[in-house]
């Protein structure tokens, strides 16, 4: 069975980082699409960041955390990562890794598989 497994999330203030973790389970990160996605309370989802295999397409980031947050994989670990700098409160949302079990994802509509998501908040 195919499921993303995150943690790392927590508090801090703003201004400071967090790093998260996603541990494929069932799959190999190294062939498939992998995204962050996260949900605030009474707002809808968005796309946080995602990327293509290894010598696939490109890496992309939604508006409100480029030059803030960097999508990594490291593909022994067979684990996702998403650091977060600069946080600020309107951050503070239920983070979900994602895939889509292929090797193509131009965008964030491509993802159809979560995980359970762990939470992350931001004080002022």
């Known amino acids: 069975q195919v499921q993303p497994v995150e943690s790392g999330g927590g508090s801090v203030a703003a201004g400071g980082s967090l790093r998260l973790s996603c541990v494929a389970i069932?799959?190999?990160?190294?062939?498939?699409?992998l995204g962050w996605f996260r949900q605030a309370p009474g707002k809808e989802r968005e796309g946080v960041a995602a990327?293509?295999?290894?010598?696939?397409?490109?890496?992309y980031y939604g508006d409100s955390v480029k030059g803030r947050f960097t999508v990594s994989r490291d593909n022994a670990k067979n684990t996702l990562y998403l650091q977060m700098d600069s946080l600020k409160p309107e951050d503070t949302a239920m983070y979900y890794c994602?895939?889509?079990?292929?090797?193509?994802?131009?965008?964030?509509?491509?993802?159809?598989?979560w995980g359970q998501g762990t939470q992350v908040t931001v004080s002022s």
């Open positions: 994602a895939t889509n079990s292929g090797d193509y994802c131009p965008s964030f509509a491509w993802f159809s598989l």
């Open positions: 990327m293509h295999p290894p010598g696939g397409g490109r890496t």
């Open positions: 069932g799959y190999r990160a190294s062939s498939y699409c």
